[in-house]
């Protein structure tokens, strides 16, 4: 297991470095899933966008943006994990015998994640109940009830709004498909993580057509509970040999849920308050999550609104259409690589002047109405 080697308490920034992550190695996501993806009415990879003007401000040698401003139809990439979880269940019960009539498919959401549930469901002709904490965009919820999904508006904070997800759900006829995972509760948020390979898949493809097919040397990845950062290691960190890179993620100051846990040791839950990156406003990693990210992550780093927002605008800038959640992949770079202490920490990643990033934009503007308002 990585050890911890520096939490730098003495510098200003919230980040927490360990070694070893890049010899740690687990096993791959299923083949099958991209294939699946590939099959599904409206299916493109998402833009790999090349920002060299920021590469060489940052000393870098190539610096890349995976833009999942528009998914499959949707502004955000957490479609992926839901399409083939309930590819999964709805198979599953078929198989058991259960697959008479619509299933209501339960969760919670910050936004993204609940309107893809939302929309597999009504494509496939089954019932939604979404849950949603406070804090989130009128929008926002207009965009999950748009999609035919019953949405129930929780007063208290995203895990109040994953509890009440998971009691509705022992109701008949109804499955919690939710994206994150707690011990009793595992399986379905496994098969979330694995939908998630086929942005990593792309990545592979599209580094590998604009000349960079040795791989990325750090990929920088938003992070709310950890279940897309699950798939981002389990995706470098399964190959048996050769160049394997180093990953950060990134988190807002206000629910640094696994920076703390890294920081720890230990995975703990952290009081959160308000954010403009709602969907990584989340308290608790997943279980199933955090021994991936504490064997398999190089380094965490928290940032403000204030910086999600300045990368927010400076991906526009770019073409990039990216909301707070997306942008802090480049907020937490920035973080990383200037300021006191930029000469331990890119020692620490392993980053030099011929250096290629890549960073994952996970949502675009038209998924937080609220923060773009309010910016």
Known sequence: MPQNTASLRALPLPWSARTGARTWRCGPAPAEVRDFHAALPGYAATPLVELPS??????????????????????????????????????????????EGPVTLVTATDGNHGRAVARVA??????????????????????????GASVTEVAGPYDDAVRLAAQAAAEPGAVLV???AWPGYERIPGWIVEGYSTLCTE????????????GPDLVAVPVGVG??????????????????????????????????????????????????????????????AWPYLRDGL????????????????????????SGPCGAAALAGLEA?????????RRAVLGLGPSSVVVLLSTEGVAANPGAVEGS
């Open 122 to 147: 009504r494509l496939l002709g089954q019932n939604a109940r979404v849950f949603v904490p406070r804090g989130v965009h009128p929008r926002a919820v207009s965009a999950i009830a748009s999609e």
């Open 203 to 214: 990545i592979d493809e599209q580094l590998a057509a604009r000349g960079a097919g040795a």
């Open 298 to 321: 190089d380094a965490a780093v928290a940032v403000s609104d204030a910086a999600a927002s300045r990368a927010t605008t400076r991906l526009a800038s770019h073409g990039v259409s």
């Open 178 to 180: 939710q994206d994150t």
């Open 227 to 288: 279940s897309l950062a699950q798939a981002v290691v389990t995706h470098y960190r399964s190959r048996p040999s050769g160049h394997a890179p180093a990953l950060l993620s990134v988190e807002p100051e206000a629910a640094a849920c696994v920076l703390r846990s890294l920081t720890r040791g230990a995975p703990v839950s952290v009081t959160t308050g308000d954010t403009a990156m709602a969907g990584l406003n989340c308290g608790t990693p997943s279980s199933i």
């Open 54 to 99: 920021l590469a060489a401000e940052l000393g870098l040698g190539r610096v890349f943006v995976k833009d999942e401003s528009s998914r499959l139809g949707l502004p955000a990439f957490k479609v992926l994990g839901a399409s083939w979880a309930v590819r999964r269940v709805l198979a599953e019960r078929d198989a058991s015998g259960e697959g």
């Open 336 to 344: 990383a690589l200037t300021g006191p202490g930029a000469d331990e």
